[in-house]
């Protein structure tokens, strides 16, 4: 799918990728076990500003990929929204 050196790191079967990663619903918990996972910073290191702030924009353009699509069974939502309430709330 044209991801090169990606395709062999991500994906449903890499190794340490779950559904909750980081075991808490806080972003900057999970952005940080995401962080240590792929060795941007060493466990117990926080991440800074620049960091979180690449995360949110990554999750943004998630979503927005997202809205295009909605969740079945309810009106409102799309799978963009629930992107942004799991990875942002």
Known sequence: MGMGFLSTT???DAPGNDHDAGGSGDP????TAAAV???LIRPGDKLDRNLVDLCLHVVEMAARIGDAHRVPGYLDDTVGGL????LTE
């Not at 900057?28 to 952005?31: A, L, S």
């Not at 992107?83 to 799991?86: G, H």
Request: charged content about 30%.
């Open 10 to 12: 991500t994906g449903p």
């Open 28 to 31: 900057i918990v999970r952005f």
């Open 37 to 39: 996972e792929v060795g």
């Open 83 to 86: 992107i942004r309430a799991e």
